[in-house]
């Protein structure tokens, strides 16, 4: 099995047009919002001047926060784009003869996955610090570091789990699977409140952002990236200012998520990451393991 997702592995690295456009979806959003949305979300929450000199540094980690979650998603995806690959080149026959155990071929896909999954996030995650430590932001504090990382493992877990699955629902058509990649990878950007706030969207669509399981990983990095600098923009500013701009990233900027008037928690978003990835893993292998044999 290790050895198998050792292959894996580097077969995907192998391939840098494979590993661009896993991260093309990241590579989208901090483009857009670079270029383009940076200045227009900052200007929603600059008003008053005691939030002036803060509010890009907000946004800053408001956006790579739902990036990093949103990259454990196409990753993935990309990494097991390997199983369809396979299948179509008529590769799983060689293994099909070999000593190797079928369930122990599922578990090497899925297992390469999680782990490129969480590398290419990890790398995510640098980048963004780089980038708003050079717009003149800070790093994440290192007593945060801990339960970040914990966040962003499960999150991954969620993400890889979601993508073997919906990978496990193709055959060995290489055309069909590239198709349905790029229209992932075109769509998380969207459905996870990453290129627009969810504030800006029809109320059934924030009930389908708030649906999907990896943008509670979103809201769950956000917070943690986002809640020193919060701290430090608050300080000095009145009280029912400063509540407003909080009800305005909550609400409108997804920082913390509502179903109707009850507030959902850490802890359940941390349970539906959980729930969804180990509910997936074994979906995707029971699956994978079908069309094995």
């Known amino acids: 099995m290790r050895a198998f997702a050792k292959r894996n592995l580097k077969l995907y690295f192998r391939d840098k047009s494979?590993?661009?456009f896993s991260l093309l979806a990241v590579i989208i959003s901090i483009g857009l919002y670079v270029l383009f949305l940076g200045d227009v979300y900052t200007k929603e929450i600059s008003g008053n001047d005691g939030m002036t000199g803060y509010a890009r540094e907000i946004?800053?980690?408001?956006?790579?926060?739902?990036?990093?979650?949103?990259?454990?998603?196409?990753?993935?995806?990309?990494v097991l784009g390997t199983v369809i690959e396979d299948r179509a080149r008529k590769i799983t026959k060689d293994f099909y003869v070999s000593p190797m155990k079928r369930s122990a071929m599922t578990a090497g896909y899925i297992i390469c996955a999680y782990v490129?999954?969480?590398?290419?996030?990890?790398?995510?995650?640098?980048l963004s610090q780089m980038y708003m430590k050079l717009n003149g932001g800070s790093f994440l504090a290192a007593e945060r570091i801990p339960k970040f990382l914990g966040v962003l493992l499960i999150t991954d877990f969620a993400a890889t789990g979601m993508m073997?699955?919906?990978?496990?629902?193709?055959?060995?058509?290489?055309?069909?699977?590239?198709?349905?990649?790029?229209?992932v990878g075109t769509l998380v950007g969207f459905i996870m409140g990453?290129?627009?706030?969810?504030?800006?969207?029809?109320?059934?669509?924030?009930?389908?952002?708030?649906?999907?399981?990896?943008?509670?990983?979103?809201?769950?990095?956000r917070k943690i990236m986002m809640e020193e600098v919060m701290e430090r923009a608050f300080t000095g500013v009145p009280p029912e200012i400063a509540e407003e701009i909080l009800k305005q990233l909550e609400s409108?900027?997804?920082v913390?998520?509502?179903?109707?008037?009850?507030?959902?928690?850490?802890?359940?978003?941390?349970?539906?990451?959980?729930?969804?990835?180990?509910?997936?893993?074994?979906?995707?292998?029971?699956?994978?393991?079908k069309k094995q044999k």
């Open 18 to 20: 494979a590993v661009f």
């Open 252 to 254: 409108h900027f997804g």
């Open 116 to 126: 490129v999954s969480v590398f290419m996030t990890m790398f995510t995650f640098l």
């Open 256 to 289: 913390t998520y509502y179903f109707g008037d009850t507030v959902i928690s850490e802890g359940v978003s941390v349970l539906v990451l959980l729930v969804t990835g180990t509910v997936f893993m074994v979906l995707a292998s029971i699956n994978l393991s």
């Open 164 to 183: 073997a699955f919906f990978v496990s629902l193709f055959q060995s058509s290489l055309q069909a699977y590239s198709t349905a990649s790029t229209v």
């Open 194 to 221: 990453i290129y627009l706030p969810i504030g800006m969207y029809p109320s059934f669509v924030q009930w389908i952002i708030k649906c999907f399981p990896i943008s509670h990983g979103a809201v769950l990095l």
């Open 59 to 78: 946004m800053d980690n408001w956006v790579m926060a739902g990036t990093i979650a949103a990259a454990g998603i196409t990753v993935s995806l990309g």
